[in-house]
């Protein structure tokens, strides 16, 4: 009687070691993958801080782009140190999106466009609803993209730099 609870136990152990192999290996399983070739479009940075940066990866007949900011809001640390955060729009060039989306937050700084008030585009960039309005600082004109939890301020100069024109 002995011995058969013995091998009983041999079995079951060798069982429970071969289901928790199978089931860790289903649960985390590293996959190779291959690295995108992200092409720099335009970047803002002060001394090493990105403010925002557009970068490109094609593959095949499709041409995927993100756009990388850094969050207007910014945050305090117990340090009473700024923590910056980051936010990321990734959208596809189909239809020409990156002109369309340039020449639409270009807009905001023809003179016509920057008078009126009530000027704002809202609109779908990749999976993201993007809201855009005038911005008025005391030493130059400037547009804020925001997003449902991020904003960001960019005037006209940055736009051109950060679409490499």
Not at 8 to 35: G, I, N
Not at 70 to 77: E, I, R, Y
């Amino acid at each position: 009687m002995l011995k058969l609870k013995t091998a009983f136990s041999s079995t079951t152990l060798f069982v429970l070691a071969v289901f928790c192999q199978l089931s860790s290996t289903a649960q985390l399983q590293e996959v190779e993958t291959s690295k995108a070739n992200w092409v720099t479009v335009g970047e803002l940075k002060w001394l090493s801080n990105t403010k925002a940066s557009l970068k490109y990866s094609a593959s095949g007949n499709d041409t995927t782009y993100q756009l990388y900011m850094q969050d207007a809001v910014k945050l305090k640390n117990n340090n009473d140190r700024t923590i910056y955060q980051y936010f990321t729009i990734r959208f596809n060039g189909e239809d020409n999106t990156l002109d369309k989306l340039y020449d639409l937050l270009l807009s905001f700084f023809d003179n016509e466009n920057w008078k009126n008030k009530q000027y704002e585009k809202t609109f779908r960039l990749g999976d993201e609803m993007v809201l855009v309005q005038r911005f008025p600082k005391v030493t130059t004109k400037a547009i804020v993209l925001a997003t449902k939890n991020n904003s960001i301020v960019f005037t006209e100069k940055e736009l051109k730099k950060l679409f490499g024109r």
